[in-house]
């Protein structure tokens, strides 16, 4: 386990970096990420190369036991290469060119930028392939941040093309798959076919998910043509990418197929700002559900550990607010991250910035390089971790960025946001302190004791033939809403919903609505009544026995959720978006099927994850918790009771732990 820091030497008096080197060693910090942003001072005019700074800095991180972490410096192409060859920027739907001034301007299907790439990439490969301080790189920095995964220009209109005509087997083809009949957008030749731009009214729906794959493969393309020149340079070194929380446009799972580690860059009080009323505890320490789903699609994405790569230091500058973190909670995210799977958590960045956009963006050092809270925590946190195996998930929850895309082209209903859906049965689960591996539905799910399929929207005959035989060998299954309702280039089916998995789920779906949120809307489960939100279908069935049924409403007396034995397991269908008590019985149901060992119902805020024996508590509330656990059992670290933001590492088994909160209330 180890925990580091992004550091930028080229912001610095020189005769400060080894000050700052021996702090960051003193702190008990391993890893140093470096260069992600320092092309203008890499290269600072065409051809004229200077890395002799960055050598000194990788030198003295190394003189002082640590690490470096280096980053191409691709998101940032300088002046002097925006003015040679303009035709490298972005260009947005309506035409506009993102222009030279902030960050990630280029285009991923710009030839010229590829060669660029290609460039700057090789120098430095070359330069530092012996240097044996130079643990791994980093490709890029947050690919699609600010919105860049989509572009528009010329030459992803070229690429687009080409990327279609490799496809289908021809315009015919195109044309009978996508049913362009519709508003006579029946195509004769690949050439006539554009990038989505500016229309009166929303694109095809079709056309829309290609562009989306298509955005996606190019960055796909992009990271792997800098991910193959650091590998021909140096074999040992780990290639990795920082990517974002839940972020939608770029296939994750795609782009890790490249890489040797994953990482994330995490900042919870900034993320939490995107929910819909989060509370005081939420600004000063996050929700530590929406950081783990995180934490688990990327330990997921290769099946392995993965890095926080940039740790929120302390306050941030890019939410709407911008409070001071709690007391202590750099330290509790570290071990969050830890007990989610991770195996290094690199905070984001050393020192406040004295110039530029991130003036408000805090460090583990203050302005003047005097220690901010967040040293102290980082350097607590680089004592108190260990090392330890990776996590065995029990459950599987699956996500697929199609689905993703593909619902938010046609959500039919302004509440529908794929991962609100997501997370709506991730946060039942976690509300169990069950370990979850978050997987795209073509891995192997024999391993699981259960999965959970929120929303596969896009359904094909392979995909049911898989899930099939992992429920018929006895695996446990829960499917949401709009499972199976269109086929895999966004087209109703010539069959009802759920098509090629109606025999696994043993009933279609007769009809759906979507309801605003001021419609009551009630189920029954088990003899139980629950509220659901948003989406409704109602089911004919065909084999399944029905544990649920509408209460009201126009679909009144009909089944609502279904459950079909299959094989030697089963598959329960959810055909409403569940509220919260229904997403806990649900999973509890589930759960208890697939004997999988849980916790009590956990209050919202407090966190339990077990990894190699241990059971990390953490608490993302301002109120002390005591954890219930048979006398005798050990703790690594803290003690019972737990303090608001603070951590309890225990030697248990995660069922034997419960959890009381000392003052329920939370603020
Ligand atoms: C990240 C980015 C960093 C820095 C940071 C500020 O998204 O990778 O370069 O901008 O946000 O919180």
């Known amino acids: 386990m180890s925990i580091g820091v992004c550091y930028f030497p080229e912001h610095w008096p020189r005769d400060r970096w080894e000050e700052a080197v021996q702090e960051m060693a003193d702190a008990g910090l391993e890893y140093v990420r470096m260069g992600e942003f320092a092309w203008s001072r890499i290269e600072p005019r065409r051809g004229e190369f200077d890395l ?73 490969a070359e330069h530092f392939a012996d240097h044996p301080h130079v643990a791994g790189w980093q490709t890029d920095n947050e690919f699609g941040c600010h919105g860049t995964v989509r572009c528009y220009c010329a030459d992803c209109a070229t690429a687009f093309r080409d990327w279609l005509r490799k496809k289908f087997d021809s315009i015919d083809d195109l044309n009978e798959t996508w049913g362009t009949t519709f508003w006579s957008q029946h195509l004769t030749g690949f050439h006539e076919i554009d990038p989505p731009r500016e229309t009166p009214a929303g694109h095809h729906p079709s056309r829309l998910l290609e562009y989306h794959r298509f955005s996606s493969d190019s960055v796909v393309a992009y990271n792997r043509l800098q991910a193959d020149i650091l590998r021909k340079h140096n074999d040992e070194w780990f290639v990795t990418h920082n990517f974002m929380g839940q972020f939608g446009d770029l296939d994750a799972f795609d782009v890790a197929e490249d890489l040797d580690l994953v990482s994330w860059d995490s900042y919870p009080t900034g993320s939490v700002q995107s929910t819909e009323e989060p509370t005081v505890d939420d600004y000063r320490a996050g929700d530590p559900r929406q950081v783990g789903l995180s934490h688990d699609l990327y330990r997921g994405a290769l099946g392995k550990p993965f890095w926080v790569m940039e740790q929120q230091p302390g306050d941030i500058n890019w939410p709407p607010h911008s409070p001071q973190p709690a007391e202590g909670a750099m330290r509790l995210w570290a071990h969050h991250a830890v007990a989610h799977g991770g195996d290094a958590v690199m905070y984001f960045r050393w020192r406040r910035c004295r110039e530029g956009q991130e003036q408000y963006h805090a460090g583990l050092r203050k302005q003047d390089g005097s220690p901010d809270r967040g040293y102290a925590d980082a350097s607590r946190a680089a004592d108190e971790l260990f090392d330890l195996a990776p996590v065995d998930a029990p459950v599987a929850l699956l996500h697929r960025y199609d689905d993703l895309w593909a619902t938010s082209i046609q959500p039919h209903s302004p509440d529908f946001d794929y991962w609100d859906h997501v997370e709506t049965y991730y946060r039942a689960l976690r509300r169990r302190g069950v370990q979850v591996d978050v997987i795209p539905p073509d891995r192997d799910l024999s391993d699981y004791a259960a999965v959970v399929a929120p929303s596969l929207y896009l359904a094909a005959d392979a995909l049911a033939d898989r899930l099939a035989t992992y429920v018929a060998g006895g695996g446990h299954l829960l499917c949401g809403v709009r499972t199976g309702e269109k086929d895999s280039y966004n087209k109703l089916p010539n069959a009802p919903q759920p098509g090629p998995l109606a025999d696994l789920l043993g009933a279609t779906v007769d009809r759906h609505e979507t309801l605003p949120a001021d419609f009551e809307t009630r189920v029954t489960y088990d003899g139980d009544t629950y509220d659901y939100r948003t989406w409704a279908e109602w089911f004919d069935l065909d084999g399944a026995t029905v544990r649920g049924e509408h209460a009201g409403g126009v679909a009144d007396g009909t089944p609502a959720i279904v459950e079909h034995e299959y094989g030697a397991g089963s598959a329960t269908w959810c055909g409403v978006w569940p509220g919260t008590d229904l997403a806990d ?60 933001f603070d951590v309890g590492v225990l030697k248990a088994d995660p069922a034997e732990v419960g959890i009381t909160v000392a003052d329920s209330e939370r603020s």
């Open 52 to 124: 002799e700074w960055l050598e000194a800095a990788v030198d003295l991180v190394g003189e002082y036991g640590m690490q470096a972490v280096l980053c191409t410096p691709t998101a940032t192409p300088p002046k002097w290469l925006v003015d040679e060859r303009p035709g490298i920027l972005q260009e947005d739907a309506d035409g506009t060119v993102k222009d030279y001034g902030s960050r990630r301007h280029y285009c991923f299907n710009s030839p010229a930028y590829r060669e660029e790439t290609r460039r700057i990439v090789s120098k430095l």
């Open 585 to 644: 019985a649900l999973v509890e149901s589930l759960l208890a099927r697939a004997d999988i060992e849980r916790t009590p119902v956990l209050p919202d805020g407090v966190a339990v994850a077990e990894r190699d024996g241990h059971v990390w508590v953490t608490n993302f509330t301002g109120s002390p918790v005591s954890v219930d656990v048979p006398s005798g059992t050990e703790w690594v670290v803290g003690s019972n009771p737990i303090d608001g």
